[in-house]
């Protein structure tokens, strides 16, 4: 199914995706849109043209400046809009006069990416971080206590761990942020400064359509109802901060000032085809068995970093030259994680957030945690890479031009990225767009 939108071979926004994100431009206020090709389509702009008067919904929904109002109207609704929206796109579209062949519809309301400035695509009220990835699990047991994690976390396979964080620090991609400062240990002396050991966190994340009352619980039968869309995620970590305060009730200043989303929701939907089952298949509680098998997805994440490198020119045996590139002149390679390395789908972590009668509220957003896999160049965290900091790890760089570059942990100036990518049996992409952060010097 194409599209009479130009939308190359390799772009993440096909029309099987079609992502929501709010933009803004030069002489707009944040505005809710899709994605298809290199454009942005302002449904602002068809709601308030009436075009999707006969699908008897709020279409006001679609004027606001964050999707909360839209995602609360349930997955019916969502389904029906993006039905209508393929219909409108599609190559061979029987709606030409909607858009297509309406100019000045088309001129007010498909805006080139390039054109627009992305923002963070709902109000989040809560955060919750769970700890579902089995390597990262095993690696950070063994980086920060040399243990087993059931020794540290016994109910690790039980039950889906997590935290609370922070929403007030959540930013959208592109957003830099400031080395943050804390207390922690060094040579035995508490140091109060900048943090030393700064990380990024490869994860995946959903966004809440709708809730429950408090008192109430979500079924692990019907937690997927609730799930208005997917984007990917850094839980940015000042690791020598996290590990000084976290011994009694979890990390708090090693995690809260700032966590970046890429800034297009990808709908349920859209992931169908690429559904998997979760790892280490075991006996749960019967508020955690799920009938579907296949309820995690199969995504790769690639993670990359810019910043500052030596790149070593060897002249003969005796005699090297050190040449240095300037900040982000090259990409280097980190990982290439996945989201199926969880033991925990979505769906049991919905219904464990909510067994005790935990509220669940429109745009809160649930993540993974660090989905690291088995292998060296699999992992999504330094923390792990390094064992802590003890072992310096080394990235190549992406082109295989520019060396190496050499980190334990990030460095300021330093910038991470992750994209992910997946193809349908018809040759289709869905992608998330880029989630990107930079990291500045301390204030």
């Not at 040399?146 to 396979?157: H, T, V």
């Not at 039980?158 to 207390?183: D, E, I, M, W």
């Not at 619980?217 to 997927?224: M, Q």
């Amino acid at each position: 199914m194409g599209s009479w939108v130009k939308v190359a071979e390799n772009s993440d926004f096909s029309l099987q995706n079609l992502p929501y994100g709010i933009f803004s431009t030069a002489g707009s206020n944040p505005r809710i849109a899709v994605a298809i090709g290199d454009f942005v389509l302002d449904l602002k702009v068809l709601a308030q043209d009436k075009v999707f008067e006969d699908l008897g919904f709020d279409a006001t929904t679609l004027e606001q400046p964050t999707f909360n109002g839209y995602a609360a109207l349930g997955r019916k609704v969502h389904r029906q809009v993006r039905r209508r929206l393929q219909e409108i796109l599609q190559k061979d579209t029987q709606l030409g006069e909607v858009l297509r062949d309406n100019q000045d519809r088309r001129d007010r309301a498909l805006i080139p990416q390039s054109n627009v400035t992305m923002q963070l695509p709902m109000a989040i009220g809560d955060y919750t971080d769970f700890f579902v990835g089995y390597s990262h699990a095993v690696n950070c047991a063994t980086a920060m206590r040399g243990q087993p994690i059931e020794a540290i976390c016994p109910c690790f396979y039980n039950l889906p761990v997590a935290y609370h964080g922070r929403a007030s620090s959540v930013v959208v991609s592109g957003t830099p942020f400031h080395r943050p400062k804390g207390q922690f240990v060094v040579d035995g002396k508490v140091l109060s400064e900048p943090c030393r050991k700064l990380d990024y966190e490869v994860e995946f994340a959903c966004f809440i359509s709708h809730g429950n009352e408090h008192g109430t619980s979500i079924g692990v039968e019907d937690a997927e109802d609730h799930i208005f869309g997917f984007v990917l995620m850094n839980d940015w970590s000042a690791r020598d901060v996290q590990m000084y305060e976290a011994s009694m009730l979890g990390p708090f200043q090693g995690k809260n000032f700032c966590t970046t989303v890429s800034p297009w929701i990808v709908p349920f939907d859209a992931l169908e085809p690429f559904r998997t089952a979760p790892g280490a298949p075991r006996q749960l509680a019967e508020y955690l068995t799920q009938s579907k098998k296949e309820s995690a997805y199969n995504l790769p994440v690639v993670a990359t970093l810019q910043g500052k490198a030596k790149s070593k020119i060897i002249l003969n045996e005796h005699n090297e030259v050190d040449l240095e590139h300037a900040a982000g002149s090259e990409r280097y390679r980190i990982a290439t994680c996945n989201t199926n390395n969880v033991i925990f789908s979505f769906a049991q972590m919905i219904a464990h957030h909510t067994r005790d009668g935990c509220p669940l509220r429109t745009g809160d957003l649930i993540a993974t945690g660090t989905i690291s896999g088995a292998n060296p160049d699999e992992i999504g965290c330094f923390l792990e890479s390094t064992l802590n900091g003890k072992f310096p790890y080394e990235l190549p760089a992406e082109k295989g031009s520019q060396g190496t570059l050499i980190r334990t942990f990030l460095e300021d100036g330093d910038t991470v990225e992750y994209s992910a990518q997946a193809r349908t049996k018809d040759g289709f992409v869905v992608g998330f767009g880029v989630c990107r952060g930079q990291v500045l010097p301390a204030i």
